[in-house]
């Protein structure tokens, strides 16, 4: 049984959950889709297996280990939220199986670059990034902007993900932030 939820105010028709998004934001994290759970449950990186909001307070983004419910708040620390694909949710096999305008989905998510600047965008995993980018991308700092922000591509924290996570890149991030934004990430 799945419980429907009607999209709030804020967003966008046919979005699954809405953008966590502001001016003066230090870092957006861009996944590829919602899973499954965080569908579900209609919050960001919900699915106990994922490492995200762990890997966020233990590289110091956050104070503490937040819940998946608790994404909005997020913005308290200069962090939003997005998705390249905000009108499906599942696996990547599923979400890239040609299904989805890409084209579409990678202009929409420049316009909100464009449109909000934040100092970083960070796609949270190499599959995603690639299909931003259009090619392979290694972590790390890219040589890519949109407008004034740089890109960053991290490791997946997703379970299936797990035996090639790397917190390395997720720390270097928190360090590039810190040296960028006056001391605070």
Known sequence: MH???LPTDDAIAGELIPDVLSVGLNLVFCG?????????QRAYYANPGNRFWQTLAEVGLTPRRLAAEEYPRLLEWGIGLTDLIKTDHGQDAHIFDGHVDLDEARRLLTEKVLRWQPHVLAFTSRTVAARFLGRRALTGLQPDHIGTTVLWVLPSTSGLARRFFDIGPWQDLALFLKDTRGGTP
Do not use: E, I, K, N
């Open 32 to 40: 590829s889709a919602l899973g499954d759970v965080s569908w579900r």
């Open 3 to 5: 419980m429907h939820q």
